[in-house]
């Protein structure tokens, strides 16, 4: 998936958008194969196994002080940055959707927020390059595990919990999203080469418009405190392909990147919106995979 940001919003909710939904999806916006909301541990594959993950060379965390202009870690060619609690650390660290998939969080960690910037050597860059997407993410949360392992000391166990989510299904009516393959008039978003964006999310100031969108990741981003529902969502559209669409709608987000409710009383609602395009929320319980803190302690000097 590609993040395709516009103009029409301000600076800041440009790099909060940038941070959320690139850390919520695998690395460099690839698709993820995962069960939605799933704390999967990475596996990575046997390029990946042949050697051990690479750790950061050097690594700074220290509390941060200070207004937050921008909440999230963001992923960089040569490691991490970002302004984060100790939640949103395991949450990047282990694959998951939200920090509410998080419990166990020392009371010292649950409004502490760190700066923190974590760099690979050259020679660790150069193997990540040669990665595959998948590969890279799953050596990029090994590397943050290992991280927090150092630093905060940090031990985990996973546990599976019966939370309410929202089932992304067809609507009555049927959907009305177009096939990608078949649309004759795309809207072609290009790169820098010149290169159509195979698969992206774009925010205008009004609406969002997918390209070669699957199913799968809209439910990821509907997972996303941007996306303002509240809940897990998974995907249970049976729909396979990839598709092309435009929701007449678009977030709004405050400083740590959650939702916030539009001053307009007539602004539609991204539940309205999915309408529209015959797709629809349902509530519902489901099976999630949820990381618990048995321990953790206050970051070591750097």
Known sequence: MHLVPTMNFPRKSLL???VWVALASPMAFAQSSAVPG???PPTPTANVAASAAPAYDVATIKPHSGVISVSGLMNQPDGVTGTVKLPMLVQYAYGLRSEDQVSGTPGWAKDQWFDVQAKMSETDIAEMQKLSLADSKA?????LQALLSERFKLKTH???KQLPVYELVVAKGGSKLIDSTTDTNPPLVKEKDGKPLPSFLRFLKDTSIAQGYPMSSL???LSQPI???GRPVLDKTGLTGTYNFTLNWSPTLNIYGSAISSSSDDAPSIF???GEVGLKLQPATGQIETIVIDHAEKPSEN
């Open 139 to 143: 050596q990029r949360e090994l590397m």
């Open 16 to 18: 909060l958008i940038a």
């Open 38 to 40: 799933a704390a999967t």
């Open 227 to 229: 996306a303002g529902v």
């Open 158 to 160: 996973s546990e599976t």
């Open 219 to 221: 439910a990821d981003f």
């Open 272 to 274: 309205g919106a999915l």
